[in-house]
């Protein structure tokens, strides 16, 4: 079994007719630099070598190991999916093919630990490979920090540290460029000023529509974040907007009134890309202290066109992260 590479987007499913959903895990995957169309199939070799965190709440395991051909990390994300609620899947799960074990009967309650087919229970597995250390400490659970950053904090400390890393984003190019994951594009205006792509995030399986979230990536290159936005930025914001909207409405039947668009800062790679999420998803990231609605970043920039150049911005840094510690040796954090 080849090792696999960095996870893609994947929300195909096997409708073979038969009842075989045993059938091994299959994670389509691309490296961040090559397209390739390795696949796994099962985790045969893996070691676990610790666990990195875990939610009781998000019921989410992340995991650092490695496969036993190769010395390269890899880290291993499992979400318990949500429940659907078309008929075909509460008809299987509602049959004598779920098992139940009574844990605790008292007259006309009873508790029981369910054990539903397989086809209706399956954990959304994402795999990153190889990690690198900015992935294993992005999972690793850590104490946060919040950092207040001016616009000359931007300038002398988040900017060039950010130059200094090697971020890859040659997976977002892949996706602009049509070398990967076409397949999953549910909108593009191919405008190089102000055009975009839209397609589901990594973390949206594609089915509970409560659970949607997509994301519009910017054609033109250059935007890191939202510190770069400014006046002449307002055409290609306000057209993701409009045109995301209408994208939505017409792919999902689902309401401006019902959806939430935002950027993050600090984002988790610099090309500029803005979060499409429904109101009842409480998607990782939607904060105070993370995301920025992007109706009210079109409003401020209209009230000052040079906004982000000139606001201090508030965000959440863990310890391990190394422009935190450029923060704390410039004395603005303690």
Not at 152 to 160: A, E, F, G, W
Request: charged fraction near 30%; include cysteine.
């Amino acid at each position: 079994m080849a090792a696999p590479m960095k996870n893609k987007r994947d929300n195909s499913k096997e409708n073979d007719g038969t009842s075989q959903a045993a059938k091994k895990l299959k994670l389509a995957t691309d490296l961040h630099s090559d397209v390739d169309e390795n696949v796994l199939h099962d985790f045969d070799g893996f070691k676990v070598d610790k666990i990195l965190s875990e939610s009781a709440e998000s019921k989410s395991l992340f995991l650092l190991g490695s496969f036993s051909e190769s010395a390269k990390k890899a880290v291993v994300l499992l979400e318990k999916k949500p429940f659907l609620s078309d008929d075909l899947t509460l008809k299987s799960l509602m049959s004598k093919e779920t098992k139940l074990k009574l844990g605790l009967k008292n007259d006309i309650y009873g508790a029981y630990e369910s054990f539903p087919p397989v086809e209706v229970n399956g954990v959304k597995t994402t795999v990153i490979y190889p990690a690198t250390d900015k992935h294993i400490n992005k999972y690793k659970s850590q104490v946060l920090h919040l950092v207040t950053e001016s616009y000359k904090d931007y300038q002398n400390i988040t900017l060039p540290y950010l130059n200094e890393q090697d971020f890859s984003i040659q997976w977002v190019y892949n996706i602009l460029e049509k070398k990967a994951e076409s397949e999953h594009i549910i909108y593009e205006d191919p405008d190089p000023e102000v055009g975009f792509v839209l397609l589901p995030d990594m973390k949206w399986d594609g089915q509970k529509i409560d659970a949607l979230h997509l994301i519009a990536i910017c054609h033109k290159r250059g935007l890191k974040s939202l510190r770069d936005l400014n006046k002449e930025h307002i055409p290609l914001l306000k057209n993701i907007r409009e045109k995301c909207l209408e994208a939505v409405k017409t792919k999902y039947a689902v309401g401006r009134e019902q959806l939430r668009m935002y950027f993050h800062y600090q984002a988790s790679y610099y090309q500029l890309h803005v979060h499409v999420t429904h109101l009842r998803n409480h998607a990782p990231g939607i904060q105070t202290e993370k995301a920025h609605l992007l109706s009210d970043i079109i409003e401020n920039i209209e009230l000052m066109p040079d906004y982000y150049q000139r606001k201090s911005l508030t965000f959440a840094l863990r310890e391990s992260d190394g422009l935190l510690d450029r923060f704390r040796k410039a004395g603005k954090v303690e």
